[in-house]
């Protein structure tokens, strides 16, 4: 039981968690603005404005440098891991959901002119992110650690 009060506890936990969790609530109504249409599966979806990825990472980056400084090695860490993703983001998953997309209509095309079906799959197409999206989540992330750090963990 300890342990999860400990767990629930964590400063560094619950900041990294709220700012995901900011990101995805405002990546649903983002998304109904542009697209004129609610869709609640946002709130678990990848790719989209804001990164929730960038906001998670770059949170935790930012609450392990106002804690123990930027000299630290849980700075060092939570920092390179935020890079790491951030990078992967606008990088391996974004071209991940441009072949997706090609994919889908190339299997679109072939079903339409010829008489064999393919099986039923269909590629998931929202994985990453521009750089303006993950620039977003960053920004996003550094301010929800200064909330958190100097207003609730006071």
């Not at 990472?57 to 860490?77: D, K």
């Not at 959901?97 to 929202?126: C, I, Q, R, T």
Request: aromatic share 14%; proline share 2%.
């Amino acid at each position: 039981m300890d342990f999860l009060l400990d767990f629930l506890s964590n400063k560094f936990f619950l900041t990294a968690m709220a700012s995901w969790t900011v990101a995805q609530v405002l990546k649903v109504f983002i998304y109904a603005i542009i697209n004129k249409t609610w869709d609640f599966s946002r709130l678990f979806g990848d790719g989209g404005m804001p990164s929730g990825h960038s906001a998670t990472v770059s949170s935790l980056a930012t609450i392990c440098a106002l804690t123990y400084g930027f000299n630290s090695f849980e700075f060092a860490i939570s920092g390179i891991l935020a890079i790491i993703v951030c990078h992967d983001a606008m990088g391996v998953r974004r071209e991940a959901g441009k072949h997706a997309k090609l994919l889908n209509l190339l299997v679109d095309s072939y079903e339409k002119f010829s008489k064999n079906e393919l099986p039923e799959v269909v590629l998931k197409e929202f994985v990453g992110h521009t750089p303006l999206q993950v620039t977003t989540g960053i920004i996003l992330g550094i301010t929800c650690a200064f909330v958190m750090h100097f207003w609730i963990f006071i």
